[in-house]
Each structure stands twice: as C-alpha cells, then as structure tokens.
C-alpha cells in the first residue's frame, strides 16, 4: 500500500540552526501539507502546498519557515534558525484532492529536539 | 473561530465493552467532521468522515453521526478490541478552506484482555 514517508524519524539540533524535514508523499497525489504537535498540544495545521506554490499557510508559519518541492517526488520544510518552541513532531501529509475531502494520508512524522 | 473538543484520555476499557468518545466543534458555518486514528508508531489514518447534517460515517465497526444541532460527532463502537488501542482525532474542515484540517487534542484508548 503506498504511503508517506518522512525523514529523519529523529532529529536533535543546537538553537539558531537550519533543520530540513523531508517527505515523499504519495505518487499520484497533487496537494501536499506540513502540520506539527507540540508534546502535550495539539496537532497543528502549517502549510498546504499545490502546483509549485503555498495554498494557506497558518500564522505560525512565518519567515522562519519556508516549503520546496525540489523535484518529483520530495517535499520538504524548512527552518532557517530553529528557536526551542520549534520542538515538535512534524507531519507530512498528501492528498489526491483538496475540497473538503479531508481524506489526508500522513507520515509517520519526524521528532524535532531544538536544545 | 473553528476549533475542537475532544474528551480527555486515557480511555481504559476492557475488551468488548462500549467505547465512546464525545467530540463538540465551533465553526463557522457547516464544516466536514472527521475522525483519525494513529496506531502506535504509525502516521494518522482517515477512520471516518460526515460532510454535512445528519450524515453518519462509519469503518471497522465505528460510526459517528453529524449533529448540528449539538455541534457533535461522538465516537462510538460497540465492542471494542485490543487492537483498537490507539490516539483517536476528532477535525474539522472549515467551510472557507479547502486545506487544512483543524484536530481536536486526541484521546488515547487503551483496551485490556
């Protein structure tokens, strides 16, 4: 069955350091997505991404944050200078189609430790 | 503004008893209600979905019906199994966004032998 996969599963970073998160999202899929939970907290939505270009993104995601889909088949997230609230477990999702469906497919997620 | 309730865990149940889990919502207008559940070690999976009024979603035994009147959409299975041990997500997508889901805090269900 084809999933969504993330890498690292792990990562441990120093404060002010550039982290990239990296997804495969389904083949066929066309609308990709960033959410993250901060432990104990809610899972959050970040960004949506279709057609080579952000669709919504939430107000947490600012400046510091940035999307590319660098070639057919990755999607990744970055953040330019990690700050400690960054830690969180990130998510990658993808879906065929967008409109209410609500039908995302996730990854198992990447744990992100900013110390 | 859009958010969800969920009930707090740990639900502890013990094997086929009755599981419900209560979900309320606020949005504006009528969004589309979800469940989903992540196995441990594994990314969230779509268990169920109701897009309007009255729908009821229902996969692997659970169901979930659409109450507006209520702002509601309440978990339940009837007979639960030890391989139902999970987090369970009640979301919503808001009527003005096709994008993003809006997850409620997730209950943990742990069912015993």
């Known amino acids: 069955e084809p999933e969504v996969t993330q890498t690292p599963s792990h990562q441990v970073t120093q404060m002010g350091q550039e982290v990239i998160l990296r997804c495969v999202p389904i083949s066929n899929h066309l609308y990709f997505y960033w959410y993250r939970q901060i432990l104990g907290q809610k899972v959050e939505f970040l960004v949506s991404f279709y057609n080579n270009e952000i669709s919504e993104k939430s107000e947490i995601f600012d400046d510091q944050f940035s999307v590319e889909r660098p070639d057919g088949s990755n999607f990744t997230l970055k953040i330019r200078s990690t700050k400690l609230e960054d830690s969180a477990m990130y998510f990658c999702?993808?879906?065929?189609?967008?409109?209410?469906?609500?039908?995302?497919?996730f990854g198992e997620g990447s744990r992100l430790t900013v110390l | 503004g859009n958010s969800v309730t969920q009930m707090e865990g740990p639900v502890t149940l013990s094997e086929e008893a009755f599981l419900t889990i209560n979900c309320t919502y606020t949005a504006t207008g009528y969004p589309s209600l979800f469940w989903y559940v992540q196995y441990p070690g594994e990314g969230l999976q779509l268990l169920l979905k109701a897009t309007k009024a009255d729908d009821k979603g229902s996969n692997k035994g659970f169901e979930a019906t659409y109450r507006k009147e209520t702002t509601s959409f309440h978990l339940e299975k009837g007979s639960v199994q030890v391989s139902d041990s999970a987090v369970y997500f009640c979301a919503l997508t808001p009527r003005d966004s096709s994008y993003k889901l809006i997850f409620g805090s997730g209950t943990r269900l742990l069912v015993r032998p």
């Open positions: 999702a993808s879906s065929v189609a967008a409109r209410n469906t609500g039908e995302l497919f």
